[in-house]
């Protein structure tokens, strides 16, 4: 589902000219958080198997960290285009510092503190860009 997501936002950028190799990096880091979310999910955080606990911790530390990139680099397009509710960049910019905070006290409620958020703006972007047909 997220795939689908961001190749269809890439095209909506694309067709509002927005900026190249912002769209690309952003594009790129997204895909990139996407794939490791989906290996973090193959490998279960199991403390009694070193090797998926750490394997599952590595793919959750570089899904975070290229999702930060990737939804402050849209916060930023969506705060710079009038076409983009500024809601969509006020919340990217909360959830990413809030992914931020959590990568440095990795404390396991926080990381559901975001999870909510992050799926409210992953379901609330597409549903505001068909209304707005764009």
Same mark, same amino acid.
């Given at each position: ?10 095209? #909506? $950028?694309?067709?509002? +000219? ?9 594009? &790129? /880091?997204?895909? *990139?958080?996407? #794939? $490791?979310?989906?290996? +973090? ?9 070193? &090797? /998926?606990?750490? *394997?599952?911790?590595? $793919? ?75």
């Amino acid at each position: 589902m997220f795939l689908l997501f961001y190749i269809y936002l890439n095209e #909506v $950028f694309k067709r509002e +000219n927005v900026n190249e190799r912002l769209r690309k990096i952003s594009f &790129f /880091f997204a895909m *990139a958080s996407t #794939v $490791f979310f989906i290996l +973090n999910g193959l490998f279960p955080g199991y403390v009694d198997d070193l &090797f /998926f606990y750490w *394997a599952h911790g590595t $793919f959750a530390l570089f899904c975070y960290l290229t999702a930060i990139v990737y939804i402050a680099i849209y916060s930023y397009i969506f705060l710079k285009n009038q076409k983009f509710s500024k809601i969509h960049a006020y919340m990217g910019f909360v959830i990413a510092g809030m992914i931020s905070v959590f990568i440095f006290v990795w404390i396991s409620p926080l990381q559901w503190g975001f999870t909510l958020p992050f799926f409210v703006w992953i379901f609330y972007i597409p549903i505001n860009l068909l209304y707005r047909k764009m």
